[in-house]
């Protein structure tokens, strides 16, 4: 079956060409010229990739992806938008994006990254199902969510949010370099990815405030260490 593919984009031309390409390259693509046609949509069918541009009428992208995060934590989101300033790409990853592509791009960069996260969306599917216990709460790395053992809720989380915090679990009470950690979930130490592990260590000192066993600890700027003392790894179960 062919992987299906939200395209919301109110740049008609623009959007001809992309929708021709990706087709070219064996995708459904569902075109929609705002934001409010796109999330309608969305609630009707299910897509394995969403494909966004950020200034739309009706509805942003920004608007959009937090709408389509509120229902669906795994489903791949990438923006496409002539926006380039920081605050805008920061924004976009705050919304629950996992990819920002600033116009214009080769296309062959966009058909690239399009199936870079379709083979992860698939292979998170069909592994086995994560869940960590960290004293008194539970973070569930496959559905993207943390809550306290108490709660009958829970908080979701950005995908990369929730692999940096995978990340701290597997290598929880040492002392890690950010550049490390950047290079291991991000790929690359730049300047940007590094505001951005900025953005999520924020949240994740949130969620971990829950619990006063449970510190994220940055030493001297460059460092940092999370201590869990009480985490259990073993805690996994095979998906259905």
């Known amino acids: 079956?062919?992987?299906?593919?939200?395209?919301?984009e109110d740049d008609i031309f623009f959007a001809k060409v992309v929708k021709r390409q990706l087709e070219r390259a064996g995708y459904n693509v569902t075109f929609c010229e705002n934001g409010q046609e796109a999330w309608?949509?969305?609630?009707?069918?299910?897509?394995?990739?969403?494909?966004?541009?950020?200034?739309?009428?009706?509805?942003?992208?920004?608007?959009?992806?937090?709408?389509?995060?509120?229902?669906?934590?795994?489903?791949?989101?990438?923006?496409?938008?002539?926006r380039y300033m920081e605050q805008d790409r920061l924004q976009g990853f705050e919304s629950?994006?996992?990819?920002?592509?600033?116009?214009?791009?080769?296309?062959?960069?966009?058909?690239?990254?399009?199936d870079v996260y379709l083979k992860r969306s698939r292979l998170l599917k069909s592994e086995?199902?994560?869940?960590?216990?960290?004293?008194?709460?539970?973070?569930?790395?496959?559905?993207?969510?943390?809550r306290h053992k108490n709660a009958d809720s829970h908080v979701r989380m950005a995908p990369k949010e929730a692999e940096l915090l995978r990340f701290l679990c597997e290598n929880s009470n040492k002392k890690l370099k950010k550049d490390d950690?950047?290079?291991?979930?991000?790929?690359?130490?730049?300047?940007?990815?590094?505001?951005?592990m900025d953005v999520y260590l924020t949240r994740l000192r949130k969620?971990?405030?829950?619990?006063?066993?449970?510190?994220?600890?940055?030493?001297?700027?460059?460092?940092?260490?999370?201590?869990?003392?009480?985490?259990?790894?073993?805690?996994?179960?095979?998906?259905?």
């Open 181 to 196: 950690i950047l290079t291991c979930i991000w790929g690359q130490d730049d300047f940007f990815s590094s505001r951005v």
């Open 1 to 8: 079956m062919q992987p299906s593919i939200l395209l919301a």
């Open 128 to 146: 086995r199902r994560i869940v960590y216990t960290i004293s008194n709460l539970v973070f569930d790395y496959s559905q993207y969510n943390i």
């Open 40 to 82: 309608e949509k969305f609630q009707k069918h299910v897509f394995d990739l969403c494909l966004l541009d950020v200034v739309m009428p009706k509805k942003d992208g920004f608007a959009l992806a937090q709408d389509i995060r509120s229902t669906d934590v795994n489903v791949p989101i990438l923006f496409t938008s002539s």
């Open 96 to 114: 629950g994006a996992d990819d920002y592509i600033v116009k214009p791009f080769n296309i062959q960069e966009l058909l690239c990254r399009v």
């Open 207 to 240: 969620h971990i405030a829950q619990d006063p066993a449970v510190k994220l600890e940055t030493y001297h700027g460059k460092g940092l260490m999370f201590i869990a003392d009480d985490l259990d790894r073993s805690h996994t179960i095979f998906k259905i």
